[in-house]
């Protein structure tokens, strides 16, 4: 036995520790003060992440499966819209991010979420993909007009017929080709 651990108690409920703020009490009224978690919550804010995943990696794996399960309702509940940057950016910057997108990537970024669609087809996001290559729009669109610019491009690409290049299927392909034609 060490000299300084407490005496084991097996009889009756455990040993309460004196009042402190960095061990836990047994005695209810104190535990549910505000301070103790204030004060966690204080420390955890001045934590780097790796130590914060440490220290929640410590704590869940010290937790019941129950408490598990309650973490993961947690997360689960916790809105898309809380993960998505384009929530907490400024406009301008997430348009600028959104500008470094090819078309076909844009599309796709659309059809995400209804916050991300509405940014990928504002008419400066296509305005700049049009100007690119010389595409310019015949009419002023007036203000309430949305998706000018990207129609516009959608547009001019299909009136450039592009198409894929063809794939070398090989000399005995290549002839089947020719002489079924």
């Known amino acids: ?25 047994n005695h209810q009224l ?3 003060r505000v301070k103790r978690r204030a004060l966690l919550g204080k420390w955890f804010d001045k934590w ?9 990696t410590v704590l869940l794996e010290h937790c019941s499966l129950s408490q598990q399960k309650f973490c993961r309702k947690l997360q689960e509940k916790i809105p898309a819209e809380a993960l998505d ?6 406009k301008v910057l997430s348009l600028c991010i959104f500008s470094f997108l090819d078309p076909q ?5 659309a059809q995400l979420s209804w916050h991300w669609k509405n940014l990928t087809e ?16 015949s009419v002023s669109p007036t203000p309430y007009e949305q998706d000018v610019w990207k129609k516009h491009y959608i547009q001019m690409v299909k009136e450039l017929h592009v198409t894929k290049p063809k794939v070398n ?8 080709l020719i002489s079924a034609t």
């Open 1 to 25: 036995m060490m000299a300084f651990a407490p005496p084991k108690n097996t009889n009756g409920p455990k040993m309460q520790t004196k009042i402190s703020t960095s061990t836990p009490l």
């Open 30 to 32: 104190l535990n549910d």
């Open 48 to 56: 780097m992440d790796t130590q914060r995943r440490k220290i929640l």
């Open 85 to 90: 940057f384009t929530t907490k950016l400024p």
């Open 105 to 109: 990537s844009l599309c796709h970024c």
């Open 122 to 137: 504002l008419d400066q996001l296509w305005m700049l993909k049009c100007l690119r290559f010389n595409w310019y729009i």
């Open 169 to 176: 299927l090989g000399n005995e392909a290549t002839e089947l």
